[in-house]
């Protein structure tokens, strides 16, 4: 028992990222500097209170995948876990340096899905937008799936879902066309910049090591 349960104990650095969330918090805030990052394009998008589902799977559905990785892959799970871990580092600095902020439609008239979007408007401000977090974890989780070793069904539902949540930030008007892109150039630059070269040293570290 002891040892089964000493296998799974590399899962608590998962709760990093709830730790790390305690200062989204504390600058989810305005200021008389808070910019705005809308555009056209954005007000072209409708809003689609549909689309609030898989915006809100987005946290169960981050964590099984690390779970996932950890089971599959663990070179995987620590590589998505940590480049997550300094990416909302980088978020919260961004943050904190660079505001933004991004007007909300009118709810109207009710039904179940205006009440949830209702309570992720009344539970988050509308700050804390560039980048999107929303987008960055999704797409670093999009990108782990496929260096995992998945089944094609499980990596086209990991995209699926990954895809689906990062669209659903702009149909529910979480987040405009700047913040996703954001996310996703986040994500890009911290796989090239430290996932691939911190990782594939220590890969080769330990195969050093075990020759």
Same mark, same amino acid.
């Given at each position: 028992?002891?040892?089964? *349960?000493?296998?799974? @104990? &590399?899962?608590?650095? $998962?709760?990093?990222?709830?730790? +790390? #969330?305690?200062?989204? !918090? ?71 340096? *660079?505001?933004?902020? @991004? &007007?909300?439609?009118? $709810?109207?008239?009710?039904?179940? +899905? #205006?009440?949830?979007? !209702? ?71 911290? *796989? ?20």
């Amino acid at each position: 028992m002891n040892r089964k *349960f000493a296998a799974y @104990l &590399p899962l608590c650095w $998962l709760l990093a990222i709830p730790v +790390l #969330n305690v200062f989204y !918090g504390l600058l989810n805030h305005g200021g008389a500097d808070t910019a705005r990052l809308v555009t056209e394009w954005d007000r072209l998008i409708p809003f689609m209170p549909v689309f609030i589902i898989p915006y809100l799977i987005w946290y169960p559905y981050v964590f099984y995948m690390f779970v996932v990785f950890f089971k599959k892959d663990r070179q995987v799970y620590y590589r998505s876990l940590t480049l997550t871990c300094i990416g909302l580092a980088v978020c919260y600095g961004i943050f904190y340096l *660079f505001q933004t902020t @991004l &007007p909300r439609p009118d $709810l109207g008239e009710g039904g179940i +899905l #205006n009440s949830l979007v !209702g309570f992720v408007y009344a539970t988050d401000a509308p700050y804390n937008c560039f980048p999107s977090i929303h987008v960055l974890t999704s797409h670093i989780v999009l990108k782990a799936a496929f260096q995992c070793k998945l089944s094609r069904r499980a990596t086209t539902a990991a995209g699926l879902i990954s895809w689906s949540i990062i669209v659903s930030t702009l149909f529910v008007k979480q987040h405009v066309i700047m913040d996703v892109l954001g996310g996703i150039l986040l994500s890009e630059v911290l *796989f090239f910049l430290i996932g691939r070269r911190l990782f594939r040293e220590s890969g080769k570290e330990r195969a050093a090591h075990e020759c």
